[in-house]
């Protein structure tokens, strides 16, 4: 699941053609130093600034490496070369290419549209230029799973698609739109499955806006565990459309709910940390915090214990939990799985398993947002 920026992002009234292209940085995470790119349909070009063009055709392979600051390459049929920067067109509109890198933990990857790959200081820069609509499906199915209904992935298609557009210059500063990691969103390459190609294309150039044209912040998590959190009360950024939510879609899921036991010490050693004296808690075992609303952070000695802090540090599946205190131990009850703000999925699945639309999924988890074509949104201000 992606992170979610907080910093201040200034909007504009300019739109921003949706069919604009975006670049993506390839292999983000690894930065490989090494990649095979291999013709999978249609016909591609290389140019590699020097020597011209090369057609490579299907099954044409190409081996790069990065050397110094510069890029050596050889293709299958024999051709070599060296060059700054190398770039893979497609020439015809069908053209699909793979890449992976050796020895590398990240998958191969399906692409299409360009590549350009550029020696960087200690790997390679892979980027990949596309269109917003193209790399969506990919997107769809790597944050939201490859099983569900249609208006299930409707919904999720929409959120994608905002998520993009708001963080279009996320990586200005870096020379491209946004990474392939977790770090923005996971981008597997192109995907076939029908479903949610189906999902994404009906849903054409659709975002969600607030009241004055602002593209959302459009969280989500895995299961709510039957009430969503308010972005105030886990990241600090209230937002009108981030508030909780009782939920009635969720508690079908084996994700809804959980139990964690800790050591004691380990309990002990996070009080000290936030300046609570252990054995002066005690009244937080007597709350069952699953009886009522979310709690979302609770006071000792006048200390504030923060249940998304105790989440990320105890490794704790969501921060909808009580606490009970059982001999050398803590135990943690909880319901849900993620942070979850915004949209909850297995909520959404069940929703839409219900037949209710993309549309009112959208509204029960982001209430008062505006499903708009992106032509009219307002676009974020390049940095
Ligand atoms: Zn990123
Ligand atoms: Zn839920």
């Not at 565990?225 to 009360?233: I, M, N, Q, V």
Request: aromatic content about 10%; glycine content about 8%.
């Amino acid at each position: 699941m992606r992170r979610i920026t907080l910093a201040v992002i200034l909007f504009i009234l300019l739109p921003l053609v949706s069919s604009s292209q975006i670049s993506i940085r390839i292999f983000a995470r690894s930065k490989p130093s090494s990649l095979i790119f291999t013709t999978v349909k249609g016909t591609c070009s290389l140019t590699d600034g020097a020597a011209g063009e090369v057609r490579l055709n299907p099954g044409e392979i190409v081996v790069l490496t990065r050397y110094g600051d510069r890029i050596i390459y050889s293709t299958l049929s024999g051709i070599k070369g060296a060059a700054d920067s190398l770039a893979f067109t497609p020439v015809s509109s069908d053209a699909l290419f793979t890449v992976r890198a050796p020895g590398n933990s990240e998958p191969e990857k399906t692409l299409s549209g360009t590549l350009t790959v550029t020696s960087f200081p200690g790997s390679l820069l892979i980027l990949n230029l596309t269109t917003p609509e193209e790399c969506l499906p990919g997107v769809v199915r790597a944050e939201a799973g490859k099983y569900g209904p249609s208006d299930y992935f409707m919904a999720q298609a929409v959120v994608a698609r905002t998520y993009i557009f708001r963080n279009i210059y996320r990586h200005a500063l870096d020379g491209y739109n946004m990474c392939d990691d977790i770090h923005c969103q996971v981008y597997p390459g192109v995907v076939t499955d029908s479903v949610i190609v189906n999902a994404c294309h009906s849903t054409t150039g659709k975002v969600l806006t607030d009241r004055d044209s602002i593209l959302i912040e459009a969280a989500f998590h895995g299961n709510c565990g039957g009430e969503t959190a308010s972005s105030a009360d886990v990241w600090l950024a209230g937002y009108p459309y981030l508030v909780s939510v009782k939920d009635p879609w969720c508690s079908y899921s084996a994700s809804s709910t959980w139990k964690r036991t800790i050591p004691r010490s380990e309990w002990n050693n996070y009080l000290e940390s936030k300046g609570v004296k252990p054995g002066t808690e005690v009244t937080i075992y007597s709350t069952n915090a699953l009886a009522g609303n979310r709690i979302t952070r609770r006071t000792v000695q006048g200390k504030t214990l923060w249940s998304e802090e105790m989440r990320l540090r105890f490794g704790l599946r969501s921060a909808y939990f009580t606490i009970a205190s059982a001999g050398d131990s803590i135990v943690f009850t909880g319901r849900g799985y993620g942070h979850g703000v915004g949209l909850c999925q297995d909520g959404a699945k069940h929703m839409a398993e219900k037949k209710m639309s993309f549309t009112r999924i959208i509204g029960f988890y982001y209430p008062g947002t505006i499903i708009t074509d992106v032509k009219k949104a307002r676009m974020p201000v390049r940095p």
